[in-house]
């Protein structure tokens, strides 16, 4: 059996979604959806870091936007502006055994609008997966850049985010070492050294280790940015015991904070315009 096969079906990812949002307090970002379904689901790190074609997504990742799809359109879970997912009293009632029903009142509220019905894969395109692809544009982008000039845009990035001193250190970088910033909280400033990556793939524990290693000695704030994604363990390492923590940005969190600082991003508002017939009426009666 090959590592695709091993992946589980969206349906069969729409009631670990729901699971997940419960034992998150009822909410949750995408990120954390993301990491509670795999652990519900056992799934192994090769299964989890498996790509979805070219794009910038794993195949897990696709597997429970589609997921989360079908949840939506029979209102048992909803989004905020920000992409945090929450489960409402419908998704709190549903059980397990109603997930192929789902699917079904899915399917037939889209079937007017398509052709060509697939058992084994969503047939149609969903206001979220269209709303991502901005996303996918702004990836694409990022990875044609420069190194230079990648890195120039994370500087700028820091500094909208209250870095000061920003310095990239560019081909005079040491270790790994992309450039250093220092964060000041209040009364305390840190130091925090940042690597920033236009990877396609995923960054693996290696590259974290090897990152965390130039830090040593010199500081215990670290941050590591890039456009592809971090397999399960390079999480893992990040985080580890007795070990400084290095702070971790993926594709999806850095479009997200592209899109909130207004860094090369242009959020507009769709004004809806509403008739008030009684509002007219008097003119019709005249004095």
Known sequence: MTATAKIPRFDEMMWPTLEALKKS?????NQELLAQV??????????????????PRTEVEYRLLW?????????????SERSVWSITPVGRALTA?????????VREMSRKHVADASEDAPEVADQEQSDDGWRDQLLLLLQAMTPNAFERLSQRILRESGFIKVEVKGKSG?????GIGVLRVNLLSFQVFFQCKRYKDSVGA???RDFRGAMVGRTDKGLFITTGRFTPDAKR?????????VELIDGEQLCELLKNLNLGLKTEMVEHVSVIPEAFREFELGK
């Open 25 to 29: 307090g009822g909410s949750a970002s």
């Open 38 to 55: 795999t652990q519900l689901m056992n799934l192994p790190d090769h299964v989890q870091s498996l790509p979805h074609g070219d794009g």
């Open 67 to 79: 997921a989360r799809t079908y949840l939506r359109k029979v209102g048992a879970i909803e989004s």
């Open 97 to 105: 055994a109603e997930m192929k029903s789902v699917v079904v009142r």
């Open 174 to 178: 040491d270790g790994g070492i992309d």
């Open 206 to 208: 290696g590259a974290i």
């Open 237 to 245: 390492e990040a985080t580890r015991d007795g070990a400084p923590q």
